[in-house]
């Protein structure tokens, strides 16, 4: 079982920059490959980026390749999401996932892929 919880989202205008964090309990969370995804208003929920267990194979949705940068620290259980360069278009609720990966270079872009969920953090920016 994994709980996730995801931070330091808020309202930041236009150009500016937000670092997400997910803080993972449970003692597998090295094990696991995580993402992130966002759900803007009267939309569904997209994929944003994903990273393996081992930190070293990363992908993103094109809307963000170049301005966000997906890391974790599995040392202090957490995923963090930079991003940069924001636009008032990647206004949504940003959520973390995770899944246990029986290898470790392996990620997931599809929401049925990943077994657990936070509760999602706001992410605003205003034009």
């Known amino acids: 079982q994994v709980q996730l919880l995801e931070s330091g989202g808020g309202l930041v205008q236009a150009g500016g920059s937000l670092r997400l964090s997910c803080a993972a309990s449970?003692?597998?969370?090295?094990?696991?490959?995580m993402g992130w995804f966002r759900q803007a208003p009267g939309k569904e929920r997209e994929f944003v980026a994903a990273?393996?267990?081992?930190?070293?194979?990363?992908d993103y949705t094109d809307s963000v390749n170049g301005r966000f940068i997906i890391s974790r620290d599995n040392a202090k259980n957490t995923v963090y999401l930079q991003m940069n360069s924001l636009k008032p278009e990647d206004t949504a609720v940003y959520y973390c996932?995770?899944?246990?990966?029986?290898?470790?270079?392996?990620?997931?872009?599809?929401?049925?892929?990943?077994?657990?969920w936070g509760q999602g953090t706001q992410v605003t920016v205003s034009s």
């Open positions: 449970g003692r597998t969370f090295s094990s696991c490959a």
């Open positions: 996932a995770a899944r246990y990966a029986p290898i470790s270079s392996w990620i997931y872009r599809t929401q049925v892929e990943y077994a657990y």
């Open positions: 990273i393996s267990w081992s930190g070293g194979n990363t």
